[in-house]
Protein backbone atom coordinates (compact mmCIF):
# COMPACT_ATOMS: atom_id res chain seq x y z
CA UNK A 1 0.00 0.00 0.00
CA UNK A 2 0.74 3.22 0.36
CA UNK A 3 1.81 6.05 -2.38
CA UNK A 4 4.61 3.99 -3.61
CA UNK A 5 2.71 0.81 -4.41
CA UNK A 6 2.37 -0.67 -7.84
CA UNK A 7 1.42 -3.83 -9.84
CA UNK A 8 1.89 -4.92 -13.12
CA UNK A 9 -0.62 -3.99 -15.61
CA UNK A 10 -1.76 -8.08 -16.70
CA UNK A 11 -5.47 -8.29 -18.79
CA UNK A 12 -7.75 -10.34 -16.36
CA UNK A 13 -6.19 -9.88 -13.19
CA UNK A 14 -7.98 -8.17 -10.03
CA UNK A 15 -5.79 -5.19 -10.46
CA UNK A 16 -6.63 -4.96 -14.30
CA UNK A 17 -10.06 -4.97 -13.38
CA UNK A 18 -9.43 -1.90 -10.36
CA UNK A 19 -8.06 -0.22 -12.78
CA UNK A 20 -10.90 -0.08 -14.84
CA UNK A 21 -13.21 0.81 -12.00
CA UNK A 22 -14.14 -2.43 -11.28
CA UNK A 23 -14.03 -4.53 -7.85
CA UNK A 24 -13.20 -8.00 -6.66
CA UNK A 25 -15.36 -10.33 -4.69
CA UNK A 26 -14.71 -13.14 -2.76
CA UNK A 27 -17.69 -15.37 -2.67
CA UNK A 28 -18.68 -15.98 1.06
CA UNK A 29 -20.47 -18.78 1.88
CA UNK A 30 -22.39 -18.86 5.28
CA UNK A 31 -24.92 -21.54 6.87
CA UNK A 32 -27.68 -19.79 7.79
CA UNK A 33 -29.21 -22.87 10.06
CA UNK A 34 -25.94 -23.00 12.31
CA UNK A 35 -25.55 -21.20 15.09
CA UNK A 36 -21.58 -20.75 15.00
CA UNK A 37 -22.17 -19.01 11.78
CA UNK A 38 -25.33 -17.23 13.26
CA UNK A 39 -24.35 -13.73 14.86
CA UNK A 40 -22.15 -13.51 11.31
CA UNK A 41 -25.47 -14.39 8.95
CA UNK A 42 -27.78 -11.91 11.19
CA UNK A 43 -24.84 -9.07 10.34
CA UNK A 44 -24.91 -9.43 6.82
CA UNK A 45 -27.93 -9.79 6.00
CA UNK A 46 -29.22 -6.57 7.90
CA UNK A 47 -27.14 -4.73 5.91
CA UNK A 48 -27.56 -6.48 2.53
CA UNK A 49 -29.92 -5.12 0.15
CA UNK A 50 -31.15 -6.79 -2.95
CA UNK A 51 -32.98 -5.23 -6.55
CA UNK A 52 -35.06 -6.38 -9.12
Known amino acids: GGAEASHDHTEGTDTAAWDA ?28 TTTG
Not at 22 to 44: I, R
Open 21 to 48: GHASLTPLTLTFSSSEHADLANNVARHT
